[in-house]
């Protein structure tokens, strides 16, 4: 071994002295063998930690992809089966201005009541024909008008009569 | 471990897939129902619009379209023959693309139309070969003063393309 280690060395130019050789030996020799005890004790203590922790992970495993999944059905739900009705919620409010001089009836959307000019219970094209008419004959601007302000922009105008005709012809409003 | 994650992937999809379809259908028939559309005949024709107020003025008027057998699309809608109704009619947009609008227009001016006159055109496209049959209702005709008024709704059906 010693012969073989020389003749490397001296092959590849790394020639040392024999006392630097024997230094490195016992530098790096374990001072005594591990019993063998200690090591079986290591590791039943590497077994126990180990065996102590799976339940966890384990638990953690199944929770994580149940509660997304959980979580991915009642999106689904929520975006499928409720979306829609939260949408036509959405739309009916555009209308949905209070008029305190005219509150609304039982079962009848404030939306209609406020663009329902003429009073007769349904919202068509001549409630626009009528508050374009009382805009134009300045009764609308009176402060005893009644509140025909649609939109909301306290100027009552052609964009509150555009409203009201575009109420009365929107699809979703249900037959006149 | 890896191998455990896949399967449990896969199966929270099949459990998953099944719901979002149901979900789907239940909310819209309509998309669940799509089916592979077949090559058919699509044209496009203008509907001429007319009403007759006799000796009143037409200051308003409401109707309602809807085709009553054939398949069509609105694709467009434009105004009348007389200038008080020249302008394009008050409809919702959400009308195109679709067999059923809801038109109407008024005019707060002195001149306006008496007699039959072509209050709106609309344009649509017709699938398929069957000749499209429509319904149509007239919600309001009123004169200047605001009054309803008798007035007969009719329609001409203009050239193909």
């Known amino acids: 071994m010693a012969d073989e280690k020389r003749h490397v060395d001296e092959e590849l130019g790394f020639a040392v002295s024999p006392r630097f050789s024997q230094d490195l030996g016992e530098l790096f020799t374990p001072a005594r063998d591990v019993p063998t005890d200690i090591d079986r004790g290591v590791l039943a203590a590497a077994r126990r930690r180990l065996v102590r922790r799976q339940p966890r992970l384990r638990w953690l495993r199944w929770a994580v992809p149940t509660a997304a999944a959980a979580a991915v059905i009642v999106g689904a739900y929520v975006l499928f089966v409720t979306g829609g009705t939260a949408d036509r919620q959405c739309q009916n409010s555009k209308f949905e201005i209070r008029n305190s001089k005219f509150p609304p009836k039982a079962g009848v959307p404030a939306s209609t009541v406020q663009a329902d000019i003429d009073r007769n219970g349904r919202v068509d094209i001549l409630d626009a024909f009528k508050l374009a008419r009382h805009i134009e004959s300045g009764y609308a601007a009176d402060p005893g008008a009644p509140g025909w302000d649609i939109n909301g922009d306290g100027l009552v105008n052609r964009e509150d009569v555009d409203k009201v005709a575009f109420a009365a012809v929107r699809l979703d409003k249900g037959i006149l | ?161």
Request: include cysteine; aromatic fraction near 8%; hydrophobic fraction near 40%.
């Open chain 2, 1 to 161: 471990m890896m191998k455990r994650y896949m399967v449990l992937s896969l199966v929270i999809a099949c459990l998953i897939l099944p719901l979002l379809s149901t979900g789907r259908l239940t909310a819209d028939p309509q998309v669940g129902r799509a089916v592979r559309p077949l090559e058919q005949k699509v044209r496009f024709a203008p509907l001429h619009i007319y009403l007759d107020s006799g000796t009143k003025p037409l200051a308003a008027y409401q109707f309602e379209l809807k085709s009553a057998s054939g398949q069509i699309k609105i694709v467009g809608v434009e105004g009348g023959q007389h200038p008080a109704f020249k302008e394009a009619p008050y409809y919702d947009p959400a009308a195109l693309a679709n067999d059923r609008i809801i038109i109407a227009a008024f005019n707060t001016g002195s001149d306006l139309p008496k007699g039959r006159t072509r209050i709106a055109t609309i344009h649509l496209q017709i699938i398929g070969d069957i000749e499209p049959e429509y319904e149509f209702e007239l919600s309001v005709a009123a004169d200047a003063d605001g009054h309803e008024i008798p007035a007969e709704i009719s329609f001409e059906k203009g050239e193909q393309k």
